[in-house]
């Protein structure tokens, strides 16, 4: 018997396919089995045209056959086998499929698809075998053969003894090394394992002999092993079986096989679209976020399928971030694999999926939010956080797919309302949408700055968490309505009030630039409030960054400091302000001492540190003490 050499260049891609080319040596189960159900799915199409050929789909499986004593895994099809110089070119030239040639040569339709594209994967059992021994009988045959090797140093063909149609792949398991445990590949429920996760929904039976204990006959307590062949795959996918056909049920039993979660989903889309890029998904929006959900550790993904085979475990790029807290599954006859089949070559029919993903998310997050607004509310409490930081990433590129998603606060309602339900209440003289920051909604309403705001009868809106007023910044408008926080400097409400606190200001201005001088470059100015009216004083701030923004930013670790442009602004109405004039005329040192202690109470109101707490305590006890 004479040894024959691989063709093209056989040592070194052979080298690549176990080395490289694989992230997972448990693959090789998979491409096994996919290539065994090509070969039924061959004789399917031949029966189209055949009139001699007749397909019974309960007639043709898959088996598994695990033997520890031998240290050999076979893996048996009844598929339409090879003949010797099939198997000679087949086997023989590494990356020429056979498959990929019979997909191009018939006409691929009635949902079947054949799997193999690009002739590798027969070599990925190399991964974990040091002998691999082929046995076939051709359909068209009248004889069977045998094709062996142990690697890139060729391999033989002989006739063998085989009555049935079909294929038999025989692997000699590699010993265990300090690096390698090969001895998995031999264990039942390992092997049922590595088929339930990439070969599920292989459309034929995939068998095993599998041991169950049961109770032995004639006895009520005693236990015994049984050796029985069951089918341990579920063959027929949720998605492709008819929406009406399925119950909630049957989506959260999916949901929890799969273990996308261990809550109960709060809502399921199930896709199925026939277009340019043919697709199916499941895709749940779950009840509460994962504990690492708002950590590094989180992967974000869907499970990728092609033609039921599991593909990736998680693709990245088929979720946008702001809408990563979604699970779920996609299928697809039409994604462009590379030679692994566990990437994609180009991702212009992923996009196009991503896309329309995108798409029915939002629809279905709104539909939420439209017809169960408890159910939405509970949702957001764990992913709002999610929405926001989406608007604020990518420059605000997402705005238009979130704006109508997000909830926050309202001083009106007491309760979550939406942009769209806030513009809708606006007084035809109000200006702008405005917002007040704070660690809760408790202390935003005791913030001084609300006063002239609330006075007016116009709506807050309340940012408690530290995201908001960055995400609103990106936002910038919505229905054409500027934001506007309570603390910048122009609220845009014209009140005879602005005018008193202008000739005060310009009738104190000397008062005004000493605090400043006193405060020296804490301050960018010292000046006469236009939106106080019981509270003494406040800060506010002028420019991009915001007083909370400072503080946010500036609780970030290995972050620079920042300052916003602070004013610190004095209620001439208070009788605080009669005492700050009587310091300036008749004692500049107390008017140093009022201005420091008004400055620090302003600091304490907005959450931020005092510089000196000693000093602040000693400046009270000055007041104190006459």
Same mark, same amino acid.
């Given at each position: 018997?004479?040894?024959?050499?691989?063709?093209? %260049? &056989?040592?070194?891609?052979?080298?690549? #396919?176990?080395?490289?080319?694989?992230?997972?040596?448990?693959?090789?189960?998979?491409?096994?089995?996919?290539?065994?159900?090509?070969?039924? @799915?061959?004789?399917?199409?031949?029966?189209?045209?055949?009139?001699?050929?007749?397909?019974?789909?309960?007639?043709?499986?898959?088996?598994?056959?695990?033997?520890?004593?031998?240290?050999?895994?076979?893996?048996?099809?009844?598929?339409?086998?090879?003949?010797?110089?099939?198997?000679?070119?087949?086997?023989?030239?590494?990356?020429?499929?056979?498959?990929?040639?019979?997909?191009? %040569?018939?006409?691929?339709?009635?949902?079947?698809?054949?799997?193999?594209?690009?002739?590798?994967?027969?070599?990925?059992?190399?991964? =974990?075998?040091?002998?691999?021994?082929?046995?076939?009988?051709?359909?068209?045959?009248?004889?069977?053969?045998?094709?062996?090797?142990?690697? &890139?140093?060729?391999?033989?063909?002989?006739?063998? @003894?085989?009555?049935? =149609?079909?294929?038999?792949?025989?692997?000699?398991?590699?010993?265990?090394?300090?690096?390698?445990?090969?001895?998995?590949?031999?264990?039942?429920?390992?092997?049922?394992?590595?088929?339930?996760?990439?070969?599920?929904?292989?459309?034929?039976?995939?068998?095993?002999?599998?041991?169950?204990?049961?109770?032995?006959?004639? &006895?009520?307590?005693?236990?015994?092993? =049984?050796?029985?062949?069951?089918?341990?795959?579920?063959? =027929?996918?949720?998605?492709?079986?008819?929406?009406?056909?399925?119950?909630?049920?049957?989506?959260?039993?999916?949901?929890?096989?799969?273990?996308?979660?261990?809550?109960?989903?709060?809502?399921?889309?199930?896709?199925?679209?026939?277009?340019?890029?043919?697709?199916?998904?499941?895709?749940?929006?779950?009840?509460?976020?994962?504990?690492?959900?708002?950590?590094?550790?989180?992967?974000?993904?869907?499970?990728?399928?092609?033609?039921?085979?599991?593909?990736?475990?998680?693709?990245?790029?088929?979720?946008?971030?702001?809408?990563?807290?979604?699970?779920?599954?996609?299928?697809?006859?039409?994604?462009?694999?590379?030679?692994?089949?566990?990437?994609?070559?180009? @991702?212009?029919?992923?996009?196009?999926?991503?896309?329309?993903?995108?798409?029915?998310? /939002?629809?279905?997050?709104?539909?939420?939010?439209?017809?169960?607004?408890?159910?939405?509310?509970?949702?957001?409490? &764990?992913?709002?956080?999610?929405?926001?930081?989406?608007?604020?990433?990518?420059?605000?590129?997402?705005?238009? $797919?979130?704006?109508?998603?997000?909830?926050?606060?309202?001083?009106?309602? /007491?309760?979550?309302?939406?942009?769209?339900?806030?513009?809708?209440?606006?007084?035809?003289?109000?200006?702008?949408?405005?917002?007040?920051?704070?660690?809760?909604?408790?202390?935003?309403?005791?913030?001084?700055?609300?006063?002239?705001?609330?006075?007016?009868?116009?709506?807050?809106?309340?940012?408690?968490?530290?995201?908001?007023?960055?995400?609103?910044?990106?936002?910038?408008?919505?229905?054409?309505?500027?934001?506007?926080?309570?603390?910048?400097?122009?609220?845009?409400?014209?009140?005879?009030?602005?005018?008193?606190?202008?000739?005060?200001?310009?009738?104190?201005?000397?008062?005004?630039?000493?605090?400043?001088?006193?405060?020296?470059? /804490?301050?960018?100015?010292?000046?006469?409030?236009?939106?106080?009216?019981?509270?003494?004083?406040?800060?506010?701030?002028?420019?991009?960054?915001?007083? %909370?923004?400072?503080? $946010?930013?500036?609780?970030?670790?290995?972050?620079?400091?920042?300052?916003?442009?602070?004013?610190?602004?004095?209620? #001439?109405?208070?009788?605080?302000?009669?005492?700050?004039?009587?310091?300036? %005329?008749?004692?500049?040192?107390?008017?140093?001492?009022?201005?420091?202690?008004?400055?620090?109470?302003?600091?304490?109101?907005?959450?931020?540190?005092?510089?000196?707490?000693?000093?602040?305590?000693?400046?009270?006890?000055? $007041?104190? $003490?006459?």
């Amino acid at each position: 018997m004479t040894k024959r050499a691989f063709k093209a %260049e &056989s040592k070194k891609l052979l080298d690549m #396919v176990i080395n490289s080319i694989y992230s997972k040596r448990e693959v090789f189960l998979r491409e096994l089995i996919s290539n065994a159900s090509d070969a039924i @799915d061959k004789i399917y199409y031949r029966a189209l045209t055949d009139d001699q050929l007749t397909f019974n789909q309960s007639d043709y499986y898959i088996k598994i056959d695990p033997n520890k004593d031998n240290r050999t895994l076979k893996v048996i099809d009844t598929g339409i086998g090879m003949t010797k110089e099939e198997l000679e070119s087949n086997l023989g030239t590494i990356a020429k499929s056979g498959s990929f040639q019979f997909k191009n %040569e018939n006409e691929i339709k009635d949902g079947y698809d054949i799997i193999g594209q690009f002739g590798v994967g027969f070599y990925a059992a190399f991964m =974990v075998a040091d002998h691999v021994t082929v046995i076939s009988k051709a359909l068209d045959g009248e004889e069977a053969y045998k094709w062996e090797s142990e690697g &890139s140093d060729g391999y033989t063909i002989e006739p063998a @003894d085989k009555d049935e =149609v079909g294929t038999e792949i025989i692997l000699k398991i590699k010993e265990n090394t300090e690096d390698e445990n090969y001895d998995e590949y031999l264990e039942e429920y390992r092997l049922k394992q590595i088929v339930k996760k990439y070969s599920d929904f292989i459309r034929y039976p995939i068998k095993m002999d599998v041991t169950e204990s049961k109770i032995k006959e004639g &006895s009520e307590d005693e236990y015994e092993d =049984v050796i029985e062949e069951q089918t341990v795959n579920s063959m =027929v996918p949720i998605w492709k079986k008819n929406k009406s056909e399925l119950t909630d049920e049957d989506y959260e039993n999916f949901y929890t096989e799969k273990h996308y979660g261990y809550d109960k989903p709060l809502k399921h889309i199930h896709i199925n679209v026939d277009g340019t890029v043919r697709y199916n998904a499941i895709l749940y929006i779950p009840e509460s976020a994962p504990f690492n959900y708002y950590t590094k550790e989180y992967e974000k993904g869907l499970e990728l399928y092609s033609n039921g085979v599991l593909i990736m475990d998680r693709s990245a790029d088929l979720l946008p971030d702001h809408f990563s807290f979604v699970k779920g599954m996609v299928d697809s006859e039409d994604l462009s694999l590379n030679i692994s089949r566990e990437m994609l070559q180009h @991702d212009r029919q992923l996009k196009v999926i991503a896309k329309n993903i995108n798409k029915k998310i /939002k629809n279905q997050l709104l539909s939420i939010l439209r017809d169960d607004r408890e159910k939405y509310e509970k949702f957001y409490e &764990s992913f709002g956080q999610q929405l926001k930081f989406g608007v604020y990433s990518d420059y605000g590129t997402n705005k238009e $797919v979130l704006q109508d998603l997000l909830l926050f606060h309202s001083s009106k309602e /007491k309760k979550l309302v939406t942009l769209e339900e806030y513009v809708s209440r606006m007084p035809e003289d109000q200006k702008y949408i405005y917002y007040a920051t704070g660690d809760s909604n408790e202390r935003i309403e005791k913030l001084p700055q609300t006063e002239i705001v609330a006075e007016k009868g116009y709506e807050i809106l309340y940012f408690t968490d530290e995201i908001d007023e960055f995400a609103i910044k990106m936002l910038m408008k919505y229905n054409d309505k500027e934001f506007k926080s309570v603390s910048s400097g122009d609220l845009g409400i014209e009140e005879e009030e602005n005018k008193e606190a202008k000739e005060q200001e310009e009738e104190n201005k000397d008062l005004f630039a000493a605090m400043k001088e006193a405060l020296s470059d /804490k301050v960018q100015d010292v000046k006469a409030s236009k939106r106080l009216k019981s509270h003494p004083v406040c800060l506010t701030a002028e420019g991009e960054i915001s007083i %909370e923004m400072e503080k $946010v930013i500036n609780a970030m670790p290995d972050n620079q400091q920042i300052q916003a442009d602070k004013v610190l602004e004095i209620n #001439v109405n208070h009788d605080v302000f009669q005492s700050l004039k009587n310091a300036y %005329e008749n004692d500049k040192e107390k008017l140093n001492l009022y201005t420091n202690l008004l400055y620090n109470q302003a600091l304490l109101i907005e959450g931020l540190p005092v510089s000196d707490p000693v000093e602040f305590t000693n400046d009270i006890c000055k $007041v104190m $003490v006459p």
